[in-house]
């Protein structure tokens, strides 16, 4: 194949014929796995596969995923990705889908988990923040970068375990997705910024380079919540089943699970992940007027390690 670039993913790296600046360039000598993404021609109906709601087509370990008016992408086995763009498409929405869904896909056809969280780094270890679209994350992380922490990713965390079973959450997309509002609370202007979604107000902040693409212990994840009226900010404890129901809820694209055959893969995962993992609620009240409090109140309970 005739590849146009290497770039850092996670803990491979990507040879691609579609150039992807969003994503760091990796050495030749990187020793991490290799996986091949190319441009090609996607069959609309994959031969011997079943359906699961109409998007996506299972056939052994090969997944077709159509996104309507972008592409259709064929991921196999964890080592390959073939995206074969439909007319007319928007060549920022055809790379949107996929290095989100379609690399969440190959992300589990590769035995890891990938978490709807980001995380930051604080005393050599990574803490992460998950929850819905719209929870705050990717603002959260914003008011980590200013306050001098190095966000390791955003929106998606992914895990490995090393031999110990040790959790590593790796290095993700060197960018924060903030709403045109959120970015310019922290000082950029939107008119600048590359636009994460056609027709949408979301922009791609670029992150400062972070050097070695190497991964961190994980040491906690925090589920960020809004409080009710009345209610007052706290952080507390979560276990036993109510912890391993979140971390399956939090699991990225879990909704692809079944269909591909991974979801006691992902149950194991998620149950090694807190036999390691500390895991808390964070209910915060919410508002661009207490949102630094907020946050400094989090900031605080990473740090004092409470």
Known sequence: MAATGLYSCFDFCLRSELPLNELTPAAETDSRPRVDLRIGSVPEILPGAHSAGGSLQVAGDTVVLTVRDTARYLVRGGREIVVDPLPHASERNVRLFLLGSALGILVHQRGLLPLHANAVVAQDGAYAFAGHSG????????????????????????????????????????????????????????????????????????????????????????????????????????????????????????????????????????????????????????????????AELLENHVLQGR
């Open 135 to 294: 929870a705050g994350k990717s603002t959260l992380a914003a008011h980590f970068a200013t306050r001098g922490y190095r966000v390791l990713c955003d929106d998606v965390c992914v895990v490995s375990f090393d031999a110990a079973g040790v959790p590593l959450a790796w290095p993700g997309l060197p960018r924060l997705k903030l709403w045109a509002d959120a970015a310019e609370a922290f000082g950029h202007d939107s008119a600048s910024l590359d636009r994460a979604i056609e027709g949408l107000d979301k922009y791609h902040v670029p992150l400062a380079p972070s050097g070695e693409q190497r991964p961190f212990p994980l040491r906690r994840l925090y589920l960020l919540a809004r409080t009710t009226e009345g209610e007052a900010p706290a952080i507390r404890r979560v276990v036993g089943q109510q912890a391993m129901t979140a971390v399956m809820q939090q699991t990225y694209r879990n909704q692809y699970l079944s269909p591909m055959g991974l979801a006691a893969q992902n149950f194991r995962l998620c149950a090694a992940l807190l036999s390691e993992v500390e895991v808390y609620e964070a209910r915060r009240n919410w508002g661009y007027d207490v949102f630094a409090r907020e």
